[in-house]
């Protein structure tokens, strides 16, 4: 481990500056904090997925003790449809207001809220609301709801179809498809996921009467964003009067970095009673409310010469959305994931079709990886089956259409442009972290003791730190996508920095004081940190999409640079030296190689605010902002194993090796990065094997408490055997690529490839639909029995 | 996460309790609490009266009786999984309940709770069946009911309305008997989607003298697997003979499909976690 | 009717009036201002309100804080003795065993019934003793190598 003294900081296993706090119980998170006169709130939530809203008899709720307001969608004055901040050509854009008003359109879609004096009177009260439910047929099955009279569930999008969306070259993949030498096709369920942050979303929500100032504290990955949207379109209420907290979160995982409805109303409401207002969601309606993630239904075909080059892939999706349009939406089948379908190959045709579809179901959107675990598990499974067609071995077929090693610039078949990448090395130490050779070996033993053992690989790339306004603006993005940092040098040398980005795990404060405390030659201790308050940063555009270290870093970086810049005014004229002469070196502004002439940083910070012997025409003071856009995605890359037994008679697959090479560009904190590559495998392989959400057909999540979402636990996980190559990108002066979501984007390919290969002896090439139950192992066994 | 209201009570002994019970409308008992409130949490229960049995005195210990292990019915499952009386004289029903739940479930769930309760996959009533327990219940009377007239329906058994349950009796291995109790859990709940316990008294050539086969998650209730007992008594246990027995497993388990599994895939699972669980206790009577 | 409960929590007397249906979680939460106890589900599942009750680690929210009066009952904040961290605290803190923040105080107090029952765990058994606790940060590896570090501490400590 690592001291604050050791001269160069980035690099290091620092432990982390937030750590104490959380292990003693002090961390603040939204359901922590208690205000005075502090009311709670309870909302009604249909309870079938599709009914016109009768009468709302409030007689009786009303009349509850305690009971403060109830509001109903028709006393939402005022107030504007939820937005959708990604427009896409020609995308049908239903009305989402934070109440319903005439219909509801999924399981727990919110018709009224409860103010009460205690939270038990709210929930007491929220029951007694009586609703006419005027049930309707409902739809819920992705590949059924552009169907011939499947039920009809937005008036402006006509079979419920949302988008149709195309990328690449149709006309290309088909000649390609003309001369391919084999060609493999099959069906692909990308089931439905619930992010399950640890914290349950909440609010708290403050209208200061006397000032007309409004405070929200909320569970967000994104406080400028949420309030923007907040303010200027749904509320219309002044964006400067309203000041956005996310203090600790809890996780977030993507489904914190949407505006939703219970914030909103809490918003409204604490307007209109004067009073605080916290509500917390309880798991049940967590699972019923949080934005879900992926949910396609897929065909695929891959095109291939005879010895195993890929000529064309042809993907044809449908993407569930669920019942409305969630803030980013529409992006996370189009832009994040047909762009992505090149993978780490070259590959001579693409096109892919996407129908992005309304169902009675709830909202979805982005979920860690969002649109590139799709894209990285249709890919790295075709390519699997392919193998098995060709009689290929796995790795060998991938070696032959890796992307080769480059610097600057490889361009997709599918608009995007890599950064930098060395797909190749990656997969080779792999290989050698695997003992690949011994491994199949040792594969080959076992089957013939009967047991069947799989080995399974994935490789992958991310288009991360996301991502250049200009670029994300062409493509429907209704923000940009820059981000901010103020760096704030005190009078005593110490700083404060305030980041637009939020941390809600990923370490913000040890890994931007290092980076600063690395760049200023300043002991870690002088750093401070702030984020996550609209009220302290300039502006933000949050934490999702594996950005804050690349964008975020990158502005505070950018902020330095000018400290720098004018320190060296500030300490020129103190020794009455040139500017352009100076440098700053281990914590001191000198003349350019004479360590002996310098002054420190502190002399110059103090020198700032006490301008007495000060340039001429220099600003006092030193503090900078800088908003970095960065130019281009930045793409992380890798490759990941995974070794499986399954057991024959129950179809349960237990993981007997988890092996990860990844490639983040620049690491700032190894340990912080390994943790969340750790995590991002455990919510990848839980997709691959556990989590799924099932709705029945009439609209009913049938897996919708914890005690039937399977979650992965401790025991269901084995000791991940993690390594690096590293390829910096050129985007960005840090080379920073970006390290959040890759773990969960590999593992669920590398997972199901495994089992899939463990059934290899049995004549199975491939299963469609996951999470890889045991009934369904046992019945793809069954059914390969059979067929023999 | 809010129960509806409520009136707590929490008698010191097992006469005011029953008098309670007789008394309040609308009274549910409350053990070990960790079926009940999470039930009352998400309101899918909402009692009027919960009379809480932990200041009543004597409901909790493990003891040899007879030849029988008396288990106090508010004794945790941590209580049983770290017994060493049962450790030593019935050490499968230390192991059922060392895979009831989680740890922290398992030292406030309560053994007598759960069997009242009657959770169709519960864990403890496979072992139980299979090694024919007893169950003493005080109402007006004291009576004892023998387990395979206990479990009734979906949570439901024989326990009567103004009764508790008080004891659990188990009998102490006999000489050349082994006993297992295994499970294929539910990756969320850790319930058992199909759990079964056998336990089985070879004599000096192995013969199987006695066999007691429990199965429970699959169905309804927990059943007594009669037709896998008959093939097993009587017989030498080697491989074959158990899988024809395990054959019958599923055979009068009225298996209910859920997420977790088709009929047929529960029934299936039925078959091999008795085969399996026959011959680790065949294994350990020959131990 | 609300009825008197009295427990110490982390070594202080407290004595509140409560309605029955009062879960232990939220009276620690609420009536008594200690927030490191969180709630992460409502069936029992996650683990984030584990709390000792007479040392032996209970998901405080399914419990009714009239079931917890007389008892003794330390949370997340009382772990720490004078300043100084407990093993399993020091050992989340070396070995990164924490992300978000959110799982953590039940982790920590489930970790010390383990340890205090099994001093020595396997990693097996650490895996299968913490059952009872959901992470969704750090994929549990973390936790196990936290858990192993402060089993180690622990054993040199006494």
Redesign the interface.
Known sequence: ?ATATDTRLLGKSI??R????????????T??L?LPGMTYAAFVRSPHAHAKIGKIDLTQAKAHPGVVAIFTGKDLTGVNSLPCGWLLPELKVPPHPPLAVDTARYVGDPVAVVIAET??AA??AA?KVKVDWNVRPAVTATAKAAEKGASQIHEVAPANVAFKWQIGDAAAVDAAFKTAAVTVKKHIVNQRLVA?????RACVARFDAATGDLTLWVTSQNPHVHRLLMTAFVLGIPEHKVRVIAP????G?GSKIFLYNEETVCSWATRQIKRPIRW?S???EAFQTDAHGRDHVTDAELALSRDGKILGLRVKTIANLGAYLSTFAPAVPTYLYGTLLNGVYEMGAIHCDVTGVFTNTTPVDAYRGAGRPEAAYLVERMIEVAAVALKMDVAEIRKKNFIPKFEHGYQTKVALTYDSGNYAAAFDKLLGMLDYRKIREEQAAARKQGKLIGVGFSTYIEACSIAPSKVVGSLGAQAGLYESGIVRVHPTGKITVFTGSHS????HETTFSQLVADELGVPMEDVEIVHGDTGAIAFGMGTYGSRSASVGGTAIHMSIHKIKEKGKKIAAHLLEASPGDMEYVNGQFQVKGFPGKAVPFGQVALTAYVPHNYPEGLEPGLEETSFYDPSNFCFPFGAHACVVEVDR??G?VKLLRYVAVDDVGNVINP??V???V??????GVGQAL?EGA?YEDDGQL??G?????????????P??ETERTVTPTPVNPLGIKGAGET?TIAATPAVVNAVVDALRPLGVDHIETMPL???RV??TIKAAKAGR | MYPAAFEYHAPASVADALKLLGKLDDAKILAGGHSLIPMMKLRLAQPKHLIDLRKVAGLTGIKEDKGMIAIGAMTTHWEVESSKVLKSKCPVVSETAAMIGDPAVRNKGTIGGSLAHGDPAADMPATVIALGAEFVCQGKKKRTVKVDDWFKGIMETALGEDELLVEIRVPALAKGTGAAYLKFPHPASRFAVVGVAAVVTLDKEGKCTKAGVGVTGAGTHAVRAKGVEAALSGKKLDAAAIEAAAAKAADGVDVQADLQGSEEYKAHLCRVFAKRAIEAAVKRAHA | MKHSVKMTINGQTQSHEVEPRLLLVHYIRETVGLTGTHVGCDTSQCGACTILINGQAVKSCTVFAVQADGAKITTIEGLAKNGDLHPIQQGFWEKHGLQCGFCTPGMILAAYQMLERYPKPSEEQIRHQLDGNLCRCTGYHNIVKAIQWASEHMAGAK
């Open positions: 481990m432990k982390r937030e750590d104490p706090r959380f292990i003693t119980g002090r961390g603040s998170y359901d922590d208690k939270q038990d929930l007491d029951e399950n942050a640890m914290e349950p600790d979160v809890g996780g995982f917390t309880t798991r049940r809600h795990g990923q370490g008679d129950t349960h340990m912080i390994d943790g969340m750790h995590g991002g495998i455990a919510q556990w099932v049938v897996t408490t914890m005690m039937d979402y399977a979650l992965p636990k401790a025991d269901m996980l000791m991940y773990g139950t045991p009934e046992w019945k």
